[in-house]
């Protein structure tokens, strides 16, 4: 099913489409919530972004809801299998903004020279597949927020919730309008401190949306970790960016960590 939303992507994918799948969540319908609403959330794992592609297990999946600062409890997820994401629910009890939070937990695998791969680390892997080399092995995770009923008199919008990498919106995501000059200013920020020159792309459903991986725009961040986008589409816009370097973990390789923020922009 295609959802009808605008998506914005920053930064590399990883580099083989294998493990390139972006995960996410988002609103299953675009509309405006109000208190007693109880919003249908969809977490997916996709190289399109609007449509579910990869049915992780559920355990490494994890939903939640931060209301005024305070992180709620895990909300249930549901398979969906005809869709290929997972499905929350959060019902809306007041009109605080809330910041829906998805995190694919983190994990390792190693990728062999044949093109394949396997879950876990250098030696555990190498012990249970002999006659194979192992390229590379890598650590990763993957950090996805959501702003649901965001208020324009709120200023809690730009405060980090402690991911290893995150995207901070610097412009309050109600006030966010579509226009010819209109644009939107972020920060990265990685280990909490800001993440200069990283790669940026930025995209929107309905563009090249049969594509995998197809971004409309792209630029870097500054010094400051920052970097803008044209709003010139309403709807639902997706913010990504991932960092690669060396790995922090023994008997690993690289580490590759990303985030991904959603918003919405009234027409």
């Not at 993440?195 to 400051?224: F, G, H, R, V």
Request: glycine letters at 6%; hydrophobic letters at 40%.
């Amino acid at each position: 099913m295609k959802k009808r939303f605008l998506l914005v992507l920053v930064c590399f994918v990883v580099s083989s489409s294998l493990f390139a799948h972006e995960f996410f969540v988002i609103p299953d319908e675009v509309k405006a919530y109000k208190s007693g609403d109880t919003v249908k959330i969809d977490a997916l794992s996709t190289h399109y972004f609007t449509v579910g592609e990869e049915l992780e297990p559920a355990e490494v999946n994890e939903v939640y809801a931060v209301k005024n600062g305070v992180k709620g409890a895990d909300l249930p997820l549901t398979r969906n299998a005809d869709k290929v994401w997972y499905e929350a629910e959060y019902t809306l009890t007041d009109n605080t903004p809330v910041i829906i939070v998805g995190n694919r937990k983190g994990g390792f695998y190693c990728t062999f020279t044949d093109g394949g791969y396997a879950d876990g680390k250098k030696a555990e892997v190498a012990a249970a597949n002999r006659g194979k080399t192992i390229a590379k092995s890598r650590y990763f995770a993957k950090y996805s927020k959501f702003y649901l009923k965001p208020d324009p008199k709120d200023t809690s919008f730009s405060t980090p919730l402690g991911h290893d990498i995150e995207i901070i919106p610097l412009d309050n995501p109600a006030k966010i309008s579509k226009g010819i000059f209109s644009k939107a200013k972020f920060r990265v920020l990685y280990k909490g401190q800001p993440l200069p020159n990283a790669e940026i792309s930025a995209t929107y459903d309905y563009y090249n949306y049969k594509t995998a991986n197809a971004y409309a725009q792209s630029a870097k961040t500054d010094a400051k970790g920052e970097a803008s986008f044209k709003i010139d589409n309403a709807g639902i816009w997706l913010v990504r960016v991932s960092d690669t370097r060396k790995s922090a973990f023994p008997d690993t390789d690289e580490d590759n960590l990303a985030a991904i923020v959603v918003f919405t922009v009234a027409p």
